[in-house]
């Protein structure tokens, strides 16, 4: 994942695009950037943040990023913004988005004459090929809509231009773009909350397909939105800060009534809920109340230096910042039934790892309730960590063993009333070491957050999508 935050003010912009961009740290760990227009001048800078933070790298040289307008992200992919040149004018883009057939798209812009010049890691950097594919149309819109027809996977972007910026979402919305305003200007962001403390109220979100443009003066419709829209239902369970809110529905009140439904459905005994921090805090509150057993929370997080953003890149390191991060209190653990509860599993080792703690440390009982459906397929539209390799899942390797090296009947596996997935959740379990392990299924989801089936993108959990796009 990744996020991005753009200004069009009547000021300088450079202090509230600074922090605006920071707040979107719990998307990104690989790079950050930031771009300023001053009326003559594209002021670029991008730096790596693989073990630090993103205040650290730019706090020192914001003096240089004049002008009253600008953009940045914290990307979790390549390095950004891109600044080009081209027959529509000077712009500069950043992009968050997964292009499934970068290779072919990229063979295409070669045999079309056009050249990379920023290479990510040895490849492609896909901020760029966006950038090229937008200068093949005939004006922005047209390029634009030349993204959105070739790409396969997910596009949002904001592009600064001389005269605003231009804020296109995805073709089905995949990934939010929202507009804040006050007296002096706009803001377009990945995360509504990363303007609140900026004296920003929400005007309206970006509806999926659509381009707007952003001048000091106002927002000017470019692409009327798609009426098809299936907006990532991972934002909420996971990825969202719990005070933004996608399509008007906020991350925080989604998880407290998931977490509320599935603990009036349960019938587990226990001394106490409590959360598996950071993302699971508002699902076991929720939990606690449909339930009625109290909420406790005997695994805190170690905020000071342990952000959820500082995450090392290789996977051992990560597991070893996981655990780092949470510190168990033995005086709450010692003797008690509890449950635990959890946004996802995705690989299983980390929840193993803290399971084992919990019953190290005196757990009489642990009880693991997932506020999501199990993760089955890869993600073909957000950079999420395991959708490079299915079987980085540890569903898909219970499966794999489960059907003796066949995974033809994956859609029995995503139905909670089959024999199949019965047998899934029961090879979890015994995988993570718990007494009890329950997920949350699609329709709990779906009315937690409030919108219906089909305005959801739950690829992940059952394989379902608008085609390959």
């Avoid at 798209?105 to 090229?132: I, R, W, Y």
């Avoid at 950071?278 to 109340?289: K, P, V």
């Avoid at 899942?393 to 019965?422: H, M, S, W």
């Amino acid at each position: 994942m990744s996020g991005f935050f753009g200004i069009v003010s009547k000021r300088p912009c450079i202090t509230d695009l600074f922090y605006g961009i920071d707040y979107h740290s719990h998307l990104g760990t690989s790079s950050g950037g930031i771009c300023t227009f001053d009326g003559n001048v594209f002021n670029r800078s991008i730096h790596s943040l693989k073990g630090s933070y993103f205040r650290t790298k730019f706090d020192q040289e914001l003096d240089k990023f004049q002008g009253n307008s600008g953009i940045g992200i914290i990307s979790d992919t390549d390095a950004q913004p891109i600044v080009v040149n081209s027959h529509l004018g000077k712009f500069a883009i950043v992009t968050v988005a997964k292009i499934m057939n970068i290779k072919e798209l990229e063979k295409e812009c070669l045999d079309n004459m056009q050249h990379f010049a920023e290479l990510s890691h040895g490849d492609t950097n896909p901020t760029e090929l966006v950038a090229l594919l937008i200068t093949q149309g005939k004006d922005f819109v047209d390029g634009i809509q030349n993204v959105f027809r070739k790409v396969k996977g997910s596009v949002s972007m904001l592009i600064l231009t001389s005269d605003g910026v231009i804020a296109a979402r995805d073709l089905y919305g995949r990934t939010p773009i929202v507009i804040g305003k006050n007296d002096n200007g706009y803001v377009m962001a990945s995360e509504s909350h990363s303007y609140v403390n900026l004296d920003y109220e929400t005007e309206r979100f970006v509806g999926p397909g659509e381009i707007v443009r952003i001048s000091e003066f106002g927002i000017t419709q470019l692409l009327a939105p798609n009426d098809k829209m299936q907006v990532c239902s991972f934002l909420w369970i996971y990825y969202g800060f719990p005070a933004t809110s996608y399509e008007g529905v906020n991350v925080e009140e989604m998880r407290y009534r998931g977490g509320f439904e599935m603990g009036k459905n349960d019938d587990i005994e226990a001394d106490y809920v409590a959360p598996i921090p950071d993302s699971g805090i508002g699902m076991a509150i929720g939990y606690s109340h449909g339930s009625g057993i109290p909420y406790m929370r005997s695994v805190v997080k170690y905020t000071p230096t342990w952000s959820r953003s500082f995450m090392p890149v290789s996977q051992e390191q990560r597991e070893h910042v996981a655990k780092m991060k949470l510190i168990p209190n033995r005086d709450l653990l010692n003797g008690k039934r509890v449950v635990f509860c959890d946004d996802s599993i995705v690989r299983g080792t980390q929840l193993r790892d803290n399971v084992k703690m919990l019953y190290d440390y005196g757990a009489k009982e642990v009880h693991i309730r997932i506020s999501c459906p199990p993760l089955i397929y890869g993600c073909n539209f957000l950079n999420f960590s395991a959708s490079k390799n299915e079987l980085e899942l540890v569903t898909r390797r219970c499966i794999q063993e489960l059907e003796g090296g066949n995974t033809c009947n994956l859609e029995l596996y995503c139905d909670n009333t089959t024999k199949q997935y019965a047998n899934l959740v029961e090879m979890l379990r015994k995988h993570i070491g718990v007494d009890t392990l329950k997920f949350s299924n699609l329709e709990t989801i779906c009315r937690a957050i409030g919108l219906p089936k089909d305005k959801l993108c739950t690829h992940c959990f059952d394989g379902s999508s608008f085609g390959d796009k």
